[in-house]
């Protein structure tokens, strides 16, 4: 296992802007390790100035380098170059993500990353496939539909997955032409930087991928509003995606993607083939990196013939997990990205207690000697819809269960009244897993199955409050531009 000391790692500090590091700030934000709480830099938070510094460049990269309107094969083979560049120093960045965020190195190397470097490829090989549509119109006229890149794309990411959230965000865009600034989370800021130097190395014009640091409510309400933004693409909180709608709509009415939050259900039917296959995927789903995954299936719906069987299999399966720092050779349970997080989470689930939920397991931190932030996998019964365990996304190890006893009634809970961004159906029979598919409101609906896979040509997105607009697939390509209608007469 590839441990490492937390104490040596030189972090790349600053924004990264026109090709170099650049330390300017309003102010310094402390940023501390999520596995022991330690303190370890500052972080300069970019304000309007630099803010206008970065989109200034990006768009200058738009415009004079060519990386529009040249030869995009030859996009298509820097894109690929930098996937390239990224596998090869892999052990830095891998430490880089372990060190501030939730992410187990190992996990980051055989995970994060090889998934980041082929979602690259998979975008690099539409970048000279794209092109518009030429229309029916009268034979002496050409009608056609020209596709554009917006300019500069403001890409805003979230902590939780920090490498793949950001190439997720970019990767698209870049193919198809556009400059990006990206924004990280000010909880975890460093690797987007080491990717964006990358980008550089493996030969992108300089600008064509700016990196801005600092929180949201300063830098990332400064990069949204600039007038040179031309498209919005923000993954996180759909509080956040609301601020960020009206931003749009007071800056120009810039167009949104909004990858939001969630509170997916898994709905298991006493057919299914395999208990012991359903109770490892539904403690996974609500366990991987502590629950803090926007899909984290949450909400286990489960027929109530097989209720007590199945919860005995995955109380077994989450009372297993133990604690560990993120840099350590074991892989551990993941720790919470910050103490506010932690208690957030356990505040959520304290009240839900109080409004008569019965915890089978969890409801309390679960520290190694006092430090880090870790929760304890979390599963509560004796919960209605409207608790706010079941109606909030705690984005932790909490999993409440609710049982059914007919397929209505099964559907019926999956719904959600603000959100849609997943759900999972277990079921041995095949027309009920059609009639799920048909019936449950939400983005993605997985059968047999929870999670995503390399297939990126799966698009990702929400239904309701869980977002606009869709991740990956040729839908995110299509994101990435605007159509141009053209009517040329050329009778005589
Ligand atoms: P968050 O909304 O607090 O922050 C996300 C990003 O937005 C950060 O970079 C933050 O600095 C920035 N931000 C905050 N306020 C802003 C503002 N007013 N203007 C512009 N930018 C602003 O979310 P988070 O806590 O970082 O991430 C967790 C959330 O993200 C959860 O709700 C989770 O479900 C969601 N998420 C969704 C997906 C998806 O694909 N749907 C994926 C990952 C995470």
Known sequence: MPAFNPNDLDVPQGHFIDGVIVSEGTEWLPVHRPSDGAWYTDLPVAGPTTVDRAVASARTAFQCSGWATESPRARAALLRRWAEFIDRDKDTLARLEALGSTRHIQGVLDIDIPYSVDCIRFFAEWADKLGGDVAATRTDH???????????????????????????????????????????????????????????????????????????????????????????????????????????????????????????????????????????????????????????????????????????????????????????????????????????????????????????????????????????????????????AVREEVFGPVLTVQSFDDEDEGFALAGHEQYGLAAGVHTGNVNRALRAVRRIQAGTVWVNRYGRTHDYIIPTGGYHSSGIGKDLGRQAVEASLRQKSVLIDFSE
């Not at 080491?194 to 309400?221: H, K, M, S, W, Y």
């Not at 899909?295 to 560990?324: D, F, H, N, Q, Y």
Request: proline letters at 6%; charged letters at 20%; aromatic letters at 4%.
């Open 142 to 388: 050409l009608g056609m539909v020209v596709t554009e890149p917006y300019g500069v794309v403001a890409a805003i990411a979230p902590w939780n997955f920090p490498i793949t959230q950001s190439i997720t965000k970019i990767a698209a865009p870049l193919a198809a032409g556009n400059a990006v600034v990206l924004k990280p989370s000010e909880l975890t800021p460093f690797s987007a930087i080491r990717l964006a130097q990358l980008a550089v190395e493996a030969g992108f014009p300089v600008g064509i991928l700016n990196v801005v640091q600092g929180n949201g409510t300063v830098t990332g309400d400064a990069l949204c509003r600039h007038p040179s933004v031309g498209k919005i693409s923000f993954t996180g909180s759909t509080r956040t995606g609301t601020e960020i709608m009206k931003a749009s709509a007071e800056s120009g009415i810039k167009p949104v993607t909004l990858e939001l939050g969630g509170k997916s259900p898994q709905v298991v039917f006493a057919d299914v083939p395999d208990l012991d296959r359903v109770a490892a995927t539904v403690a996974r789903s609500i366990l991987y990196n502590a629950g803090q995954v926007c899909i984290a299936g949450s909400r286990l719906l489960v027929e109530r013939s097989i209720e007590e069987e199945l919860l005995e299999k995955v109380i077994a399966l989450a009372s297993a997990e133990r604690p560990g720092a993120t840099w350590t050779s074991d892989t551990g349970f993941a720790p919470i990205i910050s103490a506010t997080q932690l208690q957030r989470i356990h505040d959520r689930v304290t009240r839900t207690l109080d409004d008569g939920a019965t915890a089978l397991i969890g409801a309390q931190r679960l520290d190694v000697r006092g430090d880090g932030a870790f929760y304890a996998p979390t599963i509560l019964t004796d919960v209605s819809s409207t608790m706010e």
